[in-house]
Structures are given as structure tokens and as C-alpha cells.
């Protein structure tokens, strides 16, 4: 019934929208998309822990490992995504925001297969109800009376109570635990975890829980605002003082094995800090579900099984539509492929709440203006004149679980390029949690640390934002991707009857499309974010302007001239390619051909969305704009003699020169889609992409010239390996040129089926071995390296696969320098 409720609000506020009221329909899918994207896997620094995108909150985690040896717990317990822990490959192997899905964890340390199943039921006022089933395989070999123990945390942030319903025995739960919770934003609500199947291990010692039967403890306290994140020191402080009695009571000799020792308390009771423990012997087999007391209905297991069912057989439905992979990708092998990199793309969406330490002290130093500047802001820094701001929200997807589980500006633009094909709602609703963390000058920290569980990963170096500082403004894509699908929708007939079908999905409300289907609630979205796109961008043309004074001679009218600030000798991190090549020493007269190009893709951009929104004037200046863009980039960055675009600096006779690291860099103004496809700078820039001597690898497109003299050296982080978000903008690029008639058509068009394959099957083969993506690829041997289970980017592959294959028939082969 709860759902039956929702579908007729919806129809009857699109029947509202049918007759012109658009606000209604607004509202109502707004709602809607509160609801149906409340809670989730949102704590992706987290194996599995689930909460809803509200700033203080009901939240869980869950922990486990095997409990055989003493050390057990001290080395083996899974809580937070770490690096180099023995786990074979984990993630998302499908997954949906708006019904859930299913994780798998090989887990070789441990010795067990652990799947954590989530579902989403919607209903009632509060942003419904959910599910998790959690269940424990031993593998091969492992001996059938293996002991694992599971943990869980339930912490509550609010001022809301939460409690445990009833006592169980002395000695603990034999069968459903259930609490009792309420709160403002959550309603009444009810967490139980089920008795499940599994066995508990008995024991002949005297120690109380070795009594026969399937005991579940459970321990509940008041922790501190400040500790209450922290879920690991909390439960290790209770397993230390248990183990300090045991060992108190039966001396070292006598001590009983470890599954006894390491046991929390059993204090059920109210707390807003609550640990549940269960020790298997064997399999095992549980759910944890939330019912939402508004939806009028306890969700039952029953109702889990069937709700997991459904969302699995509407994911593989929805995938093989909206990921329509292309030959030669399409066994179910690369099915299988395709899906786990899309799952755990979206699957590792995290919301973050919190402060975040930035240096608003925009000290002169910052300006860059003198000769040596990067040692003088190096010293402003260590003034260390950072604070902590916000408390700030922020919805996004992660480059890396374990490594970097948090927002970065430019990453996110790349992320949402698979996420909008499926969801194109939520990808509004990221965007739009993005553009709210700017400030009133325009900027938009690259790296949001929100909150001191976010900043326990970073090293206290890398903490602090600038507010001087960029970051590629990628999500200009996103939107631009977003208007253009938009007219596409409004320009075809079966538009109209589009919202109502993606309204209602088989488990009852769905939204994916609904701004894609209803034109006037699209445009209402571009219309709300066009002032704040405007503002970023002249906050860009602002700050990160250059000095174009030595290069007047040649530069066009305008003043179209850009340099990243943040640079050091080494490195600028704010160009998102941290140690490329750049001009030496450093020079504030120094410009940068990606930053410009990067430009020219946001004047680009706005134009079209202003167009789209009739903005007359605001059309006017932007082409002007985009013209002096366009030109400058010529004068001021083309190099005939090499063939590419460069940086360039002034040097000690205050001369303008050009300085060229063949690589990325060099391709950008073509990366962005500012050349035209018959422009002869595309011949020579195709020349470079495709000299197997210079970029081309049977992996990918290396990130610097073979021949530079700095390729490989140093860090070598974006000196030679292959990046996916570069070489799917190249392979983008080749495809468009591939698509319409021009003198590169037939040469793009083999250079688009050669990189499309050997990227596709670079990424593959690493996962098949590894069990992972990872952040980048060598382009000698094709192994994934550096960070591993890299779920952000590197995802781009799925885009990829569903690519056309750009002919019909023949095997692609990669393509020779001779034949160019
Ligand atoms: C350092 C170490 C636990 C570097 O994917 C995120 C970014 C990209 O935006 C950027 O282009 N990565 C690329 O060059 C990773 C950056 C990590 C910086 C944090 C702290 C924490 O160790």
C-alpha cells in the first residue's frame, strides 16, 4: 500500500506538471529524490558502512575477521578499505543508488568469501527502509570448524534515542536483536539483526560463554561527540579490558582460546554507541534491516529475499541497456567486467560531513608576482595559518576507497561521465552538492577533507586548501553532456511519455531520468546552476590569469592568458597532472597550455548553456571570449617546429619562448574539442598521438614522450604511464573526428579502434589478474600500478566498452609510425 501511495503522488503531480505546473512536479521529485537516495553504502572508507545523507545520524559499520589465534583480532579485523590487506579483489558487483545491490569480499587472510547484500524498500515518510544480508563462506581447505567473529557498530549522532529492546539472557541474545530508535529526521524506526543461520562454537571451558546455543552480544554506551566515529579504538578499548579479566582470572596457562577471550561485555541497553557480536563456527548467514516505522510495515527477511531478487534481475536488465557493450566486448565475461567497474564507480559514492582546514590568510605571497615566488609561498604555508570551516556537505563518488576516500574536483567530472548514463538525476544531485561547497569568490577546494574521520587519512601536509589554488573545472563537461541530452530529449516525440515510465520501476518509485524526461524541470535545473558555473568561471579568469606583457607582439587583443598557481619546482598539483614537465625555474611569466584550453572548454560550455537559456548578452561575451581563446592559443602556445601545443615562459632576456614536453599536455586544446577537424595542427598532433616512439602504447596513450628527456624519471607519476581519463578524452576526440568528414577521418578512425582495444584489454587483463582496478597503467607492460582498487577514473573503461567499435568486421591492430 505505502508504495501504491507514493506511485499516485507521483502521477498526480505529473499530472499537475501536464497542466503547467511544473513547481509540483518539482517538489514532488524532489522529495522523492530525498527519498530514494537517503541511505547507502555512504561511507565508502568503510567495507560496509551504511548511512543516510543527513549531517548527524543513525550509521553502522560492520567488522569481521577469523578469531583462532590471539593476534587474530589485532591483525585480521576488516573495518576501513586498507591497501595490502590480503584481500583478493573486493567491491560492488552490482549496484544501483536508487535499490542496492551486492558486494563480495575475497578475503584470503581470513579464509573466508564474505558477500554483503544491500536493499532498498521504499516507503513512508522518512526515506524508507533497508536491508543488509551479510553472509560468511569458508573457502576450500579451510577447516570446517573455523572461527570468524562479526562486529557491528551502530552509532547515533543526533539527539535522537536509540536503545536495545529487552535483555536476552545473562549470557546474551539467542535469537533476533532489536532496536528501538527515534529521531527528527529519521522518524521512529526500528534496526533488527536476525538470528540467521550459522553455528556458535562451544567449548569445555568454564569460561560463561561456552554454553551450547547461538549467542549474540551486545554492548551499549555513551561515547563522546568526538569518539563516536570512532568505531575500532572503541571496541579494542572493551576487547582489551575483557582479555585483561580472562587473563586476571585463568593466568596465562589456563587462558581459554581467542573467541573467548575477545568478547565485548554484554550491556545491552541506550547509548548513542552500540557493538553487536556474533562468533560463527562455520557459515553463516544473517540480515541487518531497517524498517522506517512510517511505511506502516516491519520488513521481514521474506520480504529482503525478494526485494534482493528484484534489484538484482532490474540491475543486469539496466545494465545491458544503458552499457550496450560493442564488439569485441560482448561475452559474459566483460559483462561480468563492465558491471563491477560500474558498481564500484557508484557503489562508492559517499556522502561526508564536517569542517575542513583551510588558509583564507590570502597572503601576498600567493599573488606569485616575484622571481622565486615558490620558495616565499612555501614560507607563507609554514606560517600554517589554516583553519578549520563549515561545517560543509558533500555527496560524491571517490577515486579510491582505501587511499583516497574522499572528493576531488577534478576526478568527479571523469566519475559522473558513466554514473550520468545511468542516473541522471543523481548526477544532478552531485553536481549540484559539489557547486554548494564554493565560496562567494567562485572557488571550489580541490580535495574535500570534510570532518576528522575524512582527515585521519591524510597526512596533515596535505590537508590545507587554498583558495588561490585550481583544480580542472571538469564538471563543465558533465553539465554540458547534460544540456546536449536534454535537447535531444525535448526534440523527440516520445519524450513526453518518458517521465512517467522512469517514475515507476518494478520496486515502485525510481528515478533516473526525470530531468532528462520533463524539459521544464531540466531547464529549471540549468537555469538555477548557470550563476554558479558564471561564478567559478570568472573566478578562473580572475585568478588564475597570466602576465601576457612579453608576449604582446604576438598575442591577439584580449588579455586570454593563463597560469596555475600552487606551482613548486616539482610539481602543480592544481593542474591535476602533479609532477608533468613544466617550464624551469618557474616564472611568473609563465603560461600554461591546459589551463587555457581548460578555459576555453568552460567558455565553450556556458555559451552553449547560455544559448540554451537565451541569455543574449551573456552569449555575446562569451563568443568573444572563446575567439580570443582560441586565437591565443595559437599565438601564444602552438609550435610549429614541434608540432604541438606547449607551456611557455619568459626567459632571461624577457623573451617569449616556448617550452615542450611532448605528452598530454601538448594534445589539451584538441582534448577539450577546440581545434577544428580540418585544422593541420590535428594532422600533427595525431602524428605524435600515434608514433609508437613518441605516445602510442600497445596500453594506452603514455602520458609523456618516450623522447622527453625527463620520461620516466623522478616520481614518474605523469612521465610515461597510461591514465584513462587522458586517453578517454583522446579516444573521444578520435571518435568524433572518425564520425564526420575531414582529412583525418580514416587515420583517426584506425587510431580509435587500435587505443579503444588496447585500453579495453590493458584494463581487463589487470583485473583478471589482480582482482582490481587500478590508478594507472605501464605502458611497457600493461600492469595496473600504483594505488590499487582505484574505483574512481579508471572506471571510464565501461564508457569505453560501450563505445562503438568503429567498423565492422577485422581485427584492430594497433597502429604502426610507417603507416601514419
Ligand atoms: C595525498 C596521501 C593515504 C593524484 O585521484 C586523486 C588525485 C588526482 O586528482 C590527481 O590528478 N590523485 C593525481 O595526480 C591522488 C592524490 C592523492 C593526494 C593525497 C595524501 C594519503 O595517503
Known amino acids: 500500500l505505502a508504495q501504491a501511495v507514493v506511485a499516485l503522488a507521483v502521477l498526480a503531480a505529473?499530472?499537475?506538471?501536464?497542466?503547467?505546473?511544473?513547481?509540483?512536479?518539482?517538489?514532488?521529485?524532489?522529495?522523492?529524490?530525498?527519498?530514494?537516495?537517503?541511505?547507502?553504502?555512504?561511507?565508502?572508507?568503510?567495507?560496509?558502512?551504511v548511512r543516510p545523507r543527513i549531517p548527524n545520524s543513525l550509521w553502522t559499520g560492520l567488522m569481521w575477521g577469523r578469531i583462532e589465534a590471539y593476534n587474530d583480532v589485532k591483525d585480521g579485523l576488516r573495518y576501513t578499505c586498507e591497501q595490502g590487506e590480503e584481500l583478493h579483489g573486493y567491491g560492488w558487483d552490482e549496484y544501483d543508488a536508487r535499490t542496492g545491490g551486492v558486494q563480495t569480499f575475497h578475503d584470503e587472510g581470513n579464509g573466508i568469501d564474505l558477500t554483503t547484500s544491500f536493499v532498498k524498500i521504499p516507503g513512508g515518510r522518512h526515506g524508507g527502509s533497508w536491508a543488509a544480508r551479510i553472509r560468511g563462506r569458508l573457502h576450500d581447505g579451510v577447516p570446517k570448524n573455523r572461527k570468524t567473529v562479526v562486529y557491528h557498530y551502530v552509532a547515533q549522532e543526533d539527539s535522537g534515542e536509540l536503545g536495545v529492546d529487552g535483555q536476552g539472557s545473562e549470557l546474551g541474545f539467542t535469537g533476533d536483536i532489536t532496536f528501538s530508535g527515534q529521531s527528527e529526521s529519521l522518524g521512529d524506526y526500528e534496526l533488527v539483526f536476525t538470528r540467521g543461520t550459522g553455528d556458535s562454537p562451544t567449548s569445555d571451558h568454564d569460561i560463561t560463554s561456552s554454553r551450547p546455543g547461538h549467542v549474540a552480544l551486545v554492548s551499549s554506551a555513551h561515547a563522546e561527540d568526538t569518539a563516536v566515529w570512532q568505531a575500532k579504538p572503541l571496541l579494542f578499548q572493551q576487547l582489551q579490558a575483557a582479555a585483561e579479566v580472562v587473563q586476571e582470572r585463568y593466568g596465562m596457562e589456563n587462558a581459554p582460546p581467542a573467541w573467548q577471550v575477545y568478547r565485548i561485555p554484554h550491556k545491552p541497553g541506550k547509548g548513542n554507541s552500540h557493538f553487536v557480536q556474533r562468533t560463527f563456527e562455520g557459515n553463516f548467514e544473517f540480515d541487518i534491516i531497517f524498517s522506517s516505522k512510517s511505511s506502516g510495515q516491519n520488513v521481514t527477511p521474506e520480504h529482503v529475499t525478494r526485494a534482493l531478487e528484484a534489484a538484482s534481475t532490474s540491475f543486469s536488465k539496466r545494465f545491458s541497456s544503458v552499457f550496450a557493450l560493442k564488439a569485441p566486448y560482448t561475452g559474459q565475461e566483460y559483462q561480468k567486467f563492465g558491471k563491477s567497474m560500474f558498481s564500484n564507480l557508484i557503489g562508492g559514492v559517499g556522502y561526508f560531513h564536517g569542517h575542513q582546514l583551510i588558509d583564507r590568510s590570502y597572503a601576498p605571497e600567493y599573488e606569485e608576482e616575484n622571481e622565486g615566488f615558490w620558495e616565499e609561498t612555501a614560507a607563507a604555508r609554514d606560517r600554517k595559518q589554516q583553519q578549520l570551516e563549515g561545517p560543509y556537505e558533500l555527496l560524491t563518488a571517490v577515486p579510491s576507497r582505501p587511499f583516497f576516500p574522499r572528493g576531488f574536483l577534478w576526478d568527479e567530472g571523469f566519475h559522473l561521465v558513466p554514473i550520468a548514463d545511468w542516473d541522471m538525476d543523481l548526477t544532478l544531485e552531485i553536481v549540484k552538492s559539489w557547486f554548494h561547497t564554493m565560496d562567494e569568490n567562485g572557488w571550489i577546494p580541490r580535495e574535500q577533507i570534510l570532518g576528522a574521520e575524512a582527515r585521519s587519512k591524510v597526512p596533515e601536509e596535505f590537508q590545507v586548501q587554498y583558495p588561490h589554488i585550481a583544480n580542472p573545472p571538469t564538471l563543465f563537461l558533465v553539465i554540458e553532456d547534460f544540456m546536449e541530452r536534454l535537447r535531444r530529449a525535448a526534440n523527440s516525440t516520445d519524450s513526453a511519455?518518458?517521465?512517467?515510465?522512469?517514475?515507476?520501476?518494478?520496486?515502485?518509485?525510481?528515478?533516473?531520468?526525470?530531468?532528462?524526461?520533463?524539459?521544464?524541470?531540466?531547464?529549471?535545473?540549468?537555469?538555477?546552476?548557470?550563476?554558479?558555473?558564471r561564478r567559478q568561471y570568472d573566478w578562473f579568469r580572475k585568478t588564475q590569469r597570466g602576465d601576457i606583457r612579453g608576449y604582446e607582439r604576438e598575442a591577439f587583443s584580449t588579455r586570454e592568458g593563463y597560469r596555475w598557481r600552487g606551482r613548486t619546482e616539482t610539481h602543480i598539483l592544481a593542474s591535476g597532472l602533479d609532477d608533468y614537465p613544466r617550464p624551469q625555474p618557474p616564472h611568473p611569466g609563465e603560461l600554461h597550455v591546459d589551463l587555457m584550453s581548460w578555459v576555453g572548454l568552460m567558455t565553450k560550455s556556458l555559451k552553449k548553456i547560455a544559448e540554451a537559456l537565451e541569455l543574449e548578452e551573456e552569449v555575446a561575451e562569451l563568443t568573444k571570449n572563446l575567439v580570443a581563446i582560441e586565437h591565443n592559443l595559437s599565438d601564444l602556445h602552438w609550435s610549429e617546429k614541434a608540432g604541438c601545443f606547449c607551456d611557455a615562459t619568459v626567459d632571461a632576456f624577457e623573451e617569449h619562448q616556448l617550452v615542450c614536453h611532448k605528452g598530454y599536455v601538448s594534445l589539451f586544446p584538441f582534448l577539450v574539442g577546440l581545434l577544428q577537424p580540418d585544422d593541420p595542427k590535428v594532422g600533427r598532433l595525431l602524428d605524435l598521438v600515434g608514433d609508437e616512439e613518441q605516445l602510442w602504447s600497445a596500453h594506452g596513450i603514455r602520458s609523456l614522450s618516450q623522447q622527453d628527456e625527463f620520461y620516466g624519471t623522478k616520481e614518474n607519476y605523469w612521465r610515461s604511464p597510461v591514465w584513462m581519463p587522458m586517453n578517454y578524452m583522446i579516444l573521444k576526440q578520435l571518435q568524433g573526428l572518425a564520425q564526420q568528414?575531414?582529412?583525418?577521418?580514416?587515420?583517426?578512425?584506425?587510431?580509435y579502434r587500435g587505443l579503444r582495444k588496447n585500453l579495453v584489454d590493458t584494463v581487463f587483463a589487470s583485473w583478471k589478474a589482480t582482482g582490481f582496478a587500478w590508478e594507472q597503467y605501464n605502458p611497457e607492460t600493461g600492469a595496473g600500478q600504483r594505488t590499487q582498487h582505484f574505483t574512481g577514473w579508471t572506471s571510464l573503461v565501461v564508457k569505453m566498452m560501450a563505445m562503438d567499435d568503429g567498423d565492422v568486421g577485422g581485427v584492430p591492430v594497433p597502429v604502426k609510425k610507417d603507416e601514419l
Do not use: C
Open 741 to 751: 568528414k575531414g582529412p583525418y577521418r580514416d587515420r583517426a578512425r584506425d587510431m
Open 14 to 49: 505529473a499530472a499537475a506538471g501536464a497542466t503547467g505546473d511544473a513547481s509540483v512536479l518539482a517538489a514532488e521529485i524532489g522529495r522523492l529524490n530525498n527519498q530514494s537516495l537517503l541511505w547507502g553504502p555512504y561511507k565508502p572508507n568503510l567495507y560496509f558502512g
Open 497 to 533: 511519455l518518458g517521465g512517467e515510465r522512469s517514475l515507476h520501476g518494478d520496486q515502485g518509485p525510481l528515478l533516473h531520468t526525470a530531468h532528462l524526461d520533463n524539459a521544464e524541470l531540466g531547464g529549471d535545473f540549468l537555469r538555477n546552476i548557470y550563476p554558479l558555473l
